[in-house]
């Protein structure tokens, strides 16, 4: 059983809603992640929380906003997508110590259509 | 960059059949994983192996580092092992980064 929990599991949105994808983690960890999947590709980094400090943006849009309200927690805000944004959001978490720790854990996904 | 490269991209299997995934890596790293992603998405950490040989059930891996290369050994397959097999890994000298690199994965379809 996974030990990150991500909700919900599917997401219908329109272009104009505003949304949020949770994810949670109890392993300790201490760095959290966000990942865009599309289909047939593997997995695209979008963000890195270390220490809930926000450590990696790989130039994601705007309107794709991050969140990590405790070392537990990680969210990400969703404003104004575009259909090309459908597709399986990973959260994964990893430890974070010096030159290491980067065993990876990942969520169920959401997977979310823009409509 | 670092390059990953995963062989076959697709296997095709009968149940009971025995198969081996490799993954090729162009530079040193941290660490090495192989994830099953399942047919509803999921991502299962299989094995975390930046070296040596590691078993758990019918799955084993081995990663030589020297030759920049890593194994997945998939004995007695099962319906169940279907889905996309990824290896990730961390660049050495990647500094603090927390970016894995990914292969492209080996879609594995094993037929009962």
């Known amino acids: 059983d996974t030990e990150v929990t991500q909700t919900p599991k599917h997401l219908v949105m329109g272009m104009t809603n505003k949304k949020s994808l949770k994810c949670e983690q109890h392993?300790?960890?201490?760095?959290m992640y966000w990942y865009k999947q599309k289909a047939k590709k593997p997995p695209e980094l979008m963000f890195v929380y270390s220490y809930e400090k926000l450590s990696i943006n790989e130039s994601v849009p705007s309107r794709f906003s991050p969140e990590c309200p405790n070392s537990s927690l990680l969210n990400l805000h969703l404003h104004a997508l575009q259909p090309e944004d459908s597709a399986l959001y990973l959260c994964a978490s990893s430890q974070d110590f010096p030159g290491g720790g980067t065993e990876a854990f990942f969520g169920q996904g959401t997977r979310l259509t823009v409509v | 960059g670092i390059q990953v490269e995963q062989s076959p991209p697709d296997l095709i299997l009968q149940e009971g059949a025995n198969s081996t995934l490799r993954c090729n890596f162009s530079d040193s790293v941290n660490n090495l994983q192989w994830f099953h992603q399942n047919p509803w998405g999921q991502l299962i950490n299989l094995f975390y192996i930046p070296s040596g040989t590691k078993q758990n059930g019918r799955l084993s891996a081995t990663t030589v580092a020297t030759e920049r290369y890593s194994l997945l050994y998939i004995s007695s397959s099962q319906t169940t092992d279907s889905g996309v097999y990824f290896c990730?890994?961390?660049?050495?000298?990647?500094?603090?980064?927390?970016?894995?690199?990914w292969g492209l994965g080996t879609s594995l379809a094993v037929n009962p």
């Open positions: 990730a890994v961390d660049p050495y000298n990647a500094g603090n980064n927390r970016k894995l690199i």
């Open positions: 392993m300790g960890h201490r760095a």
